[in-house]
């Protein structure tokens, strides 16, 4: 059986790459294609991680 602890962090992982690629491919107008690429891989190996990271380079500068 999968431990309830697990799911929960699975679901907020995926939500918060999918919210990295939401945003990038909607609001970063500006950002060149490759550092668009960068940061999808990013989300999509570290998660959460990457998300972070997203949002303090990125939505917070701007």
């Known amino acids: 059986m999968v431990s ?3 799911l929960i962090s699975l679901i907020i992982g995926l939500l918060a ?10 609001n970063q107008k500006d ?3 490759s550092k668009k690429v960068l ?3 990013v989300a999509f190996l570290f998660g ?6 997203y949002y ?3 939505k917070r500068k701007g």
Do not use: H
């Not at 790459?17 to 909607?26: E, F, N, P, R």
């Not at 959460?48 to 990271?53: K, L, M, Y």
């Open 56 to 58: 303090l380079i990125v």
């Open 4 to 6: 309830s602890w697990w």
């Open 39 to 41: 940061w999808i891989l």
């Open 48 to 53: 959460v991680i990457g998300a972070i990271a």
């Open 31 to 33: 950002m060149r294609t």
């Open 17 to 26: 790459t999918v919210w990295v690629i939401y945003d990038v491919a909607k």
